[in-house]
C-alpha cells in the first residue's frame, strides 16, 4: 500500500463539459438493485466480501420493501419558494414525525433484514431496533440527521439509516429538480445531508463534471472540480491514492480545513456507485489515517471500522 502525493492538481482532464444539470434526482426503483449488483460484483475480488454481500442484500431489501407503497406528494409551491429564499433545502425533516409512511418502511425493511444472514452482534442489533418504539426510531434518526454514530450502537443505527435513505429518496424523487437551488458547501440541496463522495461522471453532456453524492436522499448535485466538498475552499487541494488501484476513486485532501472525501471516477468506471464502491474503498480510509486528514462527509456503513 502506498500513496502518491499529497498535494497536487488533479492531473484528469476536465473537458467535454457541455452544460451539466445542477442536480439529478434519485430513482428509487433502481438506485438499490443496481446498488445491490454493484455491490456482488465488488466481493468477488475483495477481501471485504462478507461484509460486501451483508450490504449488498440490505440494498436489495431497501428495493424489494417499496412495492405497494404509494408515491409520497412532493411539497407544495410555497414550501418550495420558502426553500429558495432562505436558501434551505426543500424536504423538512420533521416531515417524518407525523408521516405513517415511515414506521411501514420500518417494519417492511426490518423485516426483510432479519431474513440475511449475519453475525451475531448485527442480529441482535437488528431484534433491539425491530422492538423498538417509534420514539426511540425518531430518536436514532435525530441522531443520524446530525451526521453522528453512537459508538454503542452503531448497528442499530445503520439500520434505521438504511430505511431513512428510502424515505428519503422516494420524496427527493418527486421533486421539480428545476427548483432547485444550492444551499452551502457540503450540504445536499434536496434534504440537507452531509455527501458520502462526489463522482466525476461519463453522462452525456456531462462528461467530466463533478456531483457530490448526498448520503440521505440519494440526490446528486454538481460541484465544480478542484474545490473541496467539505469547505469551498480552492486552495491546497490534492489527491492520494492506492497504487494499482486503476485511478477509479481517490481521497481529495484540503489543506485549508484538513478534511479529507472520497472521489469516484465514474466516467472510468460507469457501475461506480456512491455507497457500493465507498464501503469496497475501506484500504483508502485505512491508510488516510496514517495522515493529518480527518474524513469529513457521512459514510455510516464504515462507521465500525
Same mark, same amino acid.
Given at each position: 500500500?502506498?500513496?502518491?502525493?499529497?498535494?497536487?492538481?488533479?492531473?484528469?482532464?476536465?473537458?467535454?463539459?457541455?452544460?451539466?444539470? $445542477?442536480?439529478?434526482?434519485?430513482?428509487?426503483?433502481?438506485?438499490?438493485?443496481?446498488?445491490?449488483?454493484?455491490?456482488?460484483?465488488?466481493?468477488?475480488?475483495?477481501?471485504?466480501?462478507?461484509?460486501?454481500? $451483508?450490504?449488498?442484500?440490505?440494498?436489495?431489501?431497501?428495493?424489494?420493501?417499496?412495492?405497494?407503497?404509494?408515491?409520497?406528494?412532493?411539497?407544495?409551491?410555497?414550501?418550495?419558494?420558502?426553500?429558495?429564499?432562505?436558501?434551505?433545502?426543500?424536504?423538512?425533516?420533521?416531515?417524518?414525525?407525523?408521516?405513517?409512511?415511515?414506521?411501514?418502511? $420500518?417494519?417492511?425493511? $426490518?423485516?426483510?433484514?432479519?431474513?440475511?444472514?449475519?453475525?451475531?452482534?448485527?442480529?441482535?442489533?437488528?431484534?433491539?431496533?425491530?422492538?423498538?418504539?417509534?420514539?426511540?426510531?425518531?430518536?436514532?434518526?435525530?441522531?443520524?440527521?446530525?451526521?453522528?454514530?453512537?459508538?454503542?450502537?452503531?448497528?442499530?443505527?445503520?439500520?434505521?439509516?438504511?430505511?431513512?435513505?428510502?424515505?428519503?429518496?422516494?420524496?427527493?424523487?418527486?421533486?421539480?429538480?428545476?427548483?432547485?437551488?444550492?444551499?452551502?458547501?457540503?450540504?445536499?440541496?434536496?434534504?440537507?445531508?452531509?455527501?458520502?463522495?462526489?463522482?466525476?461522471?461519463?453522462?452525456?453532456?456531462?462528461?467530466?463534471?463533478?456531483?457530490?453524492?448526498?448520503?440521505?436522499?440519494?440526490?446528486?448535485?454538481?460541484?465544480?472540480?478542484?474545490?473541496?466538498?467539505?469547505?469551498?475552499?480552492?486552495?491546497?487541494?490534492?489527491?492520494?491514492?492506492?497504487?494499482?488501484?486503476?485511478?477509479?476513486?481517490?481521497?481529495?485532501?484540503?489543506?485549508?480545513?484538513?478534511?479529507?472525501?472520497?472521489?469516484?471516477?465514474?466516467?472510468?468506471?460507469?457501475?461506480?456507485?456512491?455507497?457500493?464502491?465507498?464501503?469496497?474503498?475501506?484500504?483508502?480510509?485505512?491508510?488516510?489515517?496514517?495522515?493529518?486528514?480527518?474524513?469529513?462527509?457521512?459514510?455510516?456503513?464504515?462507521?465500525?471500522?
Amino acid at each position: 500500500m502506498s500513496r502518491k502525493s499529497a498535494v497536487v492538481p488533479d492531473p484528469t482532464a476536465i473537458g467535454n463539459i457541455a452544460s451539466p444539470p $445542477f442536480a439529478r434526482l434519485p430513482d428509487p426503483a433502481s438506485l438499490f438493485s443496481l446498488r445491490s449488483k454493484r455491490l456482488r460484483q465488488l466481493a468477488e475480488t475483495s477481501n471485504l466480501a462478507p461484509y460486501l454481500n $451483508f450490504v449488498a442484500e440490505l440494498s436489495r431489501a431497501q428495493n424489494d420493501i417499496q412495492t405497494d407503497l404509494p408515491l409520497p406528494e412532493s411539497p407544495d409551491a410555497e414550501t418550495i419558494a420558502r426553500a429558495r429564499e432562505f436558501e434551505m433545502p426543500p424536504l423538512d425533516r420533521s416531515v417524518m414525525e407525523g408521516d405513517p409512511a415511515i414506521g411501514t418502511l $420500518f417494519d417492511r425493511l $426490518f423485516a426483510a433484514a432479519a431474513t440475511i444472514e449475519k453475525p451475531v452482534a448485527a442480529a441482535k442489533a437488528l431484534a433491539r431496533v425491530t422492538a423498538a418504539d417509534p420514539a426511540e426510531r425518531l430518536a436514532m434518526a435525530q441522531t443520524l440527521f446530525s451526521n453522528t454514530l453512537p459508538g454503542d450502537a452503531i448497528a442499530e443505527h445503520v439500520f434505521v439509516w438504511a430505511g431513512l435513505q428510502v424515505y428519503f429518496a422516494r420524496l427527493a424523487s418527486v421533486l421539480d429538480v428545476a427548483a432547485l437551488a444550492p444551499v452551502a458547501d457540503g450540504v445536499c440541496p434536496v434534504c440537507g445531508g452531509a455527501p458520502m463522495s462526489s463522482m466525476v461522471v461519463g453522462w452525456p453532456g456531462s462528461h467530466g463534471a463533478r456531483f457530490c453524492a448526498c448520503s440521505l436522499c440519494g440526490t446528486l448535485w454538481h460541484y465544480v472540480r478542484v474545490k473541496c466538498v467539505l469547505c469551498g475552499s480552492t486552495k491546497g487541494i490534492g489527491y492520494q491514492e492506492i497504487d494499482g488501484q486503476g485511478g477509479i476513486i481517490k481521497a481529495e485532501t484540503c489543506d485549508e480545513c484538513r478534511g479529507w472525501s472520497k472521489i469516484l471516477y465514474q466516467d472510468r468506471e460507469p457501475a461506480a456507485d456512491p455507497v457500493a464502491d465507498d464501503v469496497a474503498s475501506l484500504s483508502l480510509d485505512l491508510l488516510m489515517r496514517e495522515g493529518p486528514y480527518h474524513r469529513g462527509g457521512f459514510s455510516p456503513l464504515l462507521a465500525g471500522f
